[in-house]
């Protein structure tokens, strides 16, 4: 896969789960009717689902997509709170920052099995020190970052601020994750073109 189709897999990535929060959160700034505005992130939601199926991709990313903001829906609903349309992805989003360092403790970098799983090259760059290292650096980074939005968006949540949230969400968040995307990849192309002594023990991993 080339540079350009990776990187614009990674933007569409980051667009299509910010279109529900688009729709729910655009909805509710204009009519402060809850209802309304859930019925818009569900609509949302429903179309990314679709498309990603019209794309030939497998169906988990696009039901599960729809599952967590039919989840959020429904918790809002019933609690009649419109920050709980942002709660289940900020649990889960928090988790993750929370595992991040016991997985980086275990060398087992998330970035590193991301990229064995997209690449088709399983674990084999955990035979290579310099690799291994390069993912457990760039796993820092991300995690840094992606901590520090997961404090904000708990910040704004304990406040009550849903428009906060979405804004947020919106405005910050999806840039960065855009510029994440971009400096990963760069990452990844500097490891995999980098020479390793260590290559020709690459056809098991450790």
């Known amino acids: 896969m080339s540079d350009l189709a990776t ?12 279109a529900p929060v688009l729709g729910f959160t655009l909805v509710y700034a204009a009519t402060s009717r809850l209802p309304l505005a859930l019925s818009a992130g569900l609509c949302m939601a429903a179309l990314v689902a679709v498309y990603r199926l019209r794309q030939a991709r497998t169906v988990w990313p696009a039901v599960g997509g729809f599952g967590l903001t039919a989840g959020a829906a429904a918790i809002t609903a019933l609690s009649g709170d419109a920050t709980n349309f942002f709660l289940p992805v900020l649990i889960l989003r928090a988790t993750v920052v929370l595992v991040t360092p016991l997985m980086l403790l275990l060398r087992w970098p998330p970035i590193g099995l991301a990229a064995g799983v997209l690449t088709g090259r399983g674990l084999t760059w955990r035979r290579c020190p310099m690799r291994l290292r390069g993912y457990v650096v760039a796993n820092l980074v991300w995690v840094a970052a992606e901590g520090a939005l997961v404090a904000n968006q708990a910040r704004l949540y304990l406040a009550d601020r849903a428009l906060a949230m979405g804004a947020f969400k919106l405005l910050v968040e999806v840039p960065v994750h855009v510029l994440l995307a971009v ?21 098991v991993a450790r």
């Open 183 to 203: 400096v990963m990849w760069a990452v990844y192309r500097r490891i995999t073109q980098s020479p390793c002594d260590c290559a020709q023990h690459e056809g």
């Open 7 to 18: 990187l614009r897999k990674a933007g569409l990535h980051v667009a299509e789960t910010a």
